[in-house]
């Protein structure tokens, strides 16, 4: 049975998948499969790239590949509208490394974040023909810029719109819509990032050069490093196809990543095997940087780029950045914290606050107060522009849907989006938005249900299990990692580290093991030496330590009483 009560973080906890209670480590881990349903010899365990669904299942993909196959062949000018995230920079880049090796003439244009917001523009689209591009393949946006696809369809260019992005009940009139979130696509669970679309095309794009003897002499594996990234920033299911592609990528990153992927990790100081995580806290912010506080154009040149001083200059310049943001970020959420006050609806936007931060801002309040927030900048034309984050059972892309008419040129996905609010707007927005998270809140899965995989005794805190568990890998939304509980322990000792970081003994009175803590002043006085508690988090291999070592990583405590 589970303890009863909430958490100190007031989650109530539940079964992940089945009662699982033991304390022996080879038990848990078959106990652990037969609740998962699971045998060593899964398929789950060992990825196929094989595996990867037929590119022309998704819907308009080979009206799509059959005219970038013919641009090619023709000699005409493709022109790639990139997006300012890690998603976009990434997607943008292999389009434009494994095009060029097609022997293709490309350009391609990426959106400042401040002056032009998400999505296409009219404008871009008449430069693009402008410029002689009889062709134009974007990535990571243009389901919902309605005008840029009128525009180019006026201009006789042919606009294919590879996204990801939720659509709106009436699709562009694009040349061809390559978007696994169609109502009538589904393709691979409508789980892919921009990136991910753009790879699959990219693998149609093959199938009809080679149908042709034409197939280009570049093995399309090669950029699984980036879309591996772009997955992980642009944080998607790793589950079913995303799964075979994040597994894949991080073997390409741990042994032969690209020139931009090197320089960054040099940069970054990664001298340990790259894992998601590393991904999400070391190479996405770095990516994002650039579209946040300057342009994501030099992210995409170092992620396309083939000269290693180039990149290694270029990876500096964002970490710099990065660290710029990490400063303006801070203030701009102390701002808005102070602004909020103690309001039930997390809704603000203020003329000083920077385009860059806005979105990852709106992050920081969702976390910290468990429900949506929506953080807006002001354009120099005067308009709001705003950033949503979701928490767990909500789904910003619906949220968004749901305020429409408030908004213009919006767009996003079930854990972010954001778009413009109409002149005069904002309270009917603000007011239009709390009623829809209060809608989703009471039909959604009760998102202060903490899940754990079951009860553990000290004997199971050892390094086999804790090998065994890193077979889950990767790890990340829609497959987070195995959390235990374990279960009367006592504190025998608390050390606070540098950078929030705390240590702990703990003890069953004959065993002994390390605990880690990261943010232990969200748990107050809950882990104080002497103490006899139940806690809630991961086992890990302790690589610092080496030697077979093990710790656990606390995420919660048992709440007393």
């Known amino acids: 049975m589970l303890p009863e009560g909430k958490t100190v973080k007031g989650h109530t906890l539940a079964w992940r998948h089945g009662p699982l209670q033991a304390d022996d480590p080879a038990i848990a881990w078959e106990r652990l499969l037969e609740c998962r349903g699971m045998q060593e010899s899964d398929p789950f365990f060992a990825p196929r790239l094989a595996d990867l669904p037929d590119p022309f299942a998704m819907m308009d993909m080979d009206k799509a590949a059959t005219r970038v196959a013919a641009a090619i062949a023709d000699g005409e000018k493709i022109h790639i509208f990139g997006d300012f995230d890690a998603d976009g920079v990434n997607g943008t880049a292999i389009l434009l490394e494994a095009l060029l090796a097609a022997g293709a003439i490309v350009s391609s244009s990426i959106p400042h974040r401040g002056d032009d917001g998400h999505g296409i523009g009219v404008e871009p689209v008449r430069a693009a023909t402008a410029a002689g591009a009889k062709l134009g393949i974007s990535v990571d946006t243009g389901t919902t810029c309605f005008d840029a696809c009128t525009e180019a369809k006026t201009q006789g260019f042919d606009l294919i719109v590879s996204d990801h992005h939720l659509p709106e009940q009436t699709l562009p009139d694009a040349f061809a819509l390559l978007n696994p979130a169609r109502a009538d696509c589904g393709f691979a669970g409508r789980k892919l990032c921009g990136t991910g679309v753009a790879f699959f095309l990219l693998m149609a794009v093959w199938k009809k050069l080679a149908e042709s003897d034409a197939r280009p002499d570049f093995d399309l594996r090669q950029l699984l490093d980036r879309v591996a990234v772009a997955t992980i920033a642009d944080v998607m299911d790793i589950v079913g196809v995303n799964r075979i592609l994040v597994y894949h990528g991080l073997q390409r990153l741990n042994s032969k990543p690209s020139t931009g992927m090197q320089a960054l990790l040099t940069v970054a100081k ?73 309001a039930d609806v997390l809704a603000v936007y203020d003329k000083r606050w920077h385009a860059g931060v806005v979105g990852l801002v709106a992050g920081r309040l969702a976390r910290k107060h468990g429900r949506p927030a929506a953080v807006g900048f002001v354009t120099p034309d005067g308009a709001v522009r705003v950033s949503l984050r979701g928490t767990p059972g909500f789904h910003v892309g619906n949220l968004l849907n749901a305020c429409s008419a408030y908004l213009e040129g919006f767009g996003g996905h079930a854990g972010a989006g954001g778009g413009t609010v109409k002149s005069g707007q904002w309270d009917a927005f603000t007011d239009a938005f709390a009623k829809t998270i209060l809608e989703q809140a009471a039909t959604a899965d009760d998102h202060k249900l903490k899940a754990i995989d079951g009860i553990l005794g000290m004997g199971c805190m050892h390094i086999g299990l804790a090998e065994r568990l890193t077979r889950f890998e990767p790890l990340g939304r829609g497959n987070p990692a195995c959390l235990w509980l374990l279960k009367d322990v006592q504190i025998a000792d608390r050390r606070d580290l540098k950078g929030g970081v705390t240590r702990l003994k703990l003890t069953d009175g004959s065993r002994w093991l390390d605990g880690i803590v990261f943010g232990a002043s969200g748990m107050g006085d809950a882990i104080e030496p002497g103490l006899t508690v139940s806690l809630i988090g991961q086992l890990q291999k302790d690589d610092w330590r080496g030697n077979g070592a093990v710790q656990f990583v606390v995420e919660d405590v048992i709440a007393e009483g």
Do not use: C, W
């Not at 590393?278 to 579209?291: D, E, W």
């Open 270 to 342: 990664i001298k340990k095997t790259v894992s998601a995580e590393t991904i999400g806290f070391y190479l996405a912010p770095r990516i994002n940087a650039a579209g946040r506080l300057q342009h994501g154009e030099a992210a995409m040149r170092l992620l396309s780029t083939r000269d290693a001083d180039e990149a290694l200059m270029l990876a500096r310049t964002l970490d710099e950045t990065n660290k710029q943001r990490r400063t303006v970020e801070a203030e701009v959420f102390k701002q808005a914290e102070l602004i909020l006050g103690d």
